[in-house]
């Protein structure tokens, strides 16, 4: 393992060497070693583990329990944040690992990776590079999903813009619904009405999915009177306020997270045939106003 002498631990810690001592006298932690030289050395995991602990608490006494009570702990978006500051591809890799031994795949991307990026700040160098990684993470987990089991077909309509949390939302919701057996595809909001006659067909989708809050209202709602054209009526849904909520909308809303989105769509396809779905668009009609009346 890597080891760091007392300066820089302390850079580390964002603290000076005195008060680096300070703790080791009054808490035991963290403790060095010497060198024959007599250099004082630390492991450079511990110091990180620290570091961390002292980001998400701020205190260094809470700090060193936290520590000393879960070791090698379960990642936390905290976590990964710093890693992601530190442009440290490795060890974001071994963070969301460590996170899969104790949390499913799905929760790894909902309660740490997400928020992980979306701690990092905006418009910097290390949001681009958090998001691109995260980009990375979740297009190589789709192409390891399993299989579809499920005959339904969700099609999802992404108006996000390239770098933003709603792009990363939308590409988790896709890798979870194929996780959870259903087929999926997603377009681009942009896409042409008719481009989209084999797409639907081969897909045949029970449900359509808006995901992403830079939609053209009007080129959503070409796009869905589209599909309905093509495969008759079918639920409209809206993840993460794609489509504005005027009060009386009858686009039904899956929130914020892929997750509960996912659970929700499965409960509702599983509780009515698609025939039955209620409507969420005239279907005579490509007018905007069907989306958010």
């Known amino acids: 393992m890597s080891q760091v002498r007392t300066n820089a631990a302390a850079a580390i810690l964002g603290v000076s060497a005195n008060t680096l001592r300070s703790w080791e006298q009054r808490f035991g932690h963290p403790l060095p070693r010497r060198t024959e030289g007599g250099h004082r050395i630390f492991e450079l995991g511990e110091i990180e583990a620290l570091r961390d602990a002292l980001s998400e608490t701020g205190e260094i006494a809470a700090a ?3 520590v000393r009570e879960r070791g090698e702990s379960p990642c936390s978006a905290q976590r990964l944040r710093l890693a992601f500051d530190d442009f440290n591809e490795a060890k974001v890799d071994r963070l969301l690992e460590e996170s899969m031994l104790t949390r499913s795949l ?4 909902q309660d740490v990776l997400l928020p992980g990026v979306e701690l990092v700040g905006d418009d910097t160098p290390e949001r681009c590079f958090a998001w691109r990684y995260a980009t990375g993470w979740l297009a190589a987990a789709k192409r390891l999903a399993p299989p579809a089991v499920r005959d339904e077909g969700v099609m999802i309509f992404d108006a996000s813009l ?4 709603d792009a990363l939302h939308a590409q988790a919701l896709e890798l979870l619904l194929r996780r959870a057996g259903l087929r999926t595809l997603s377009l681009p909001v942009g896409m042409r009405q008719d481009r989209i006659g084999n797409a639907l067909r081969a897909l045949g989708p029970a449900a359509i999915v808006l995901a992403g809050s ?3 209202l009007h080129a959503v709602s070409r796009l869905v009177y589209a599909t309905r054209q093509s495969c008759g009526q079918i639920a409209v849904y809206d ?6 909520d005027t009060g009386a909308s009858t686009v039904t809303r899956l929130g914020e997270r892929p997750l509960v989105a996912v659970q929700t769509l499965r409960e509702r396809m599983q509780a009515s045939p698609q025939t039955s779905f209620a409507s969420a668009m005239d279907s ?5 106003l069907a989306l958010s009346r």
């Open 64 to 66: 060193v329990s936290i």
């Open 106 to 109: 799905e929760r790894t991307v």
């Open 162 to 165: 390239p770098g933003s949390l």
């Open 214 to 216: 830079s939609s053209d």
């Open 239 to 244: 993840f993460r306020g794609a489509v504005p």
């Open 284 to 288: 005579s009609s490509p007018s905007m």
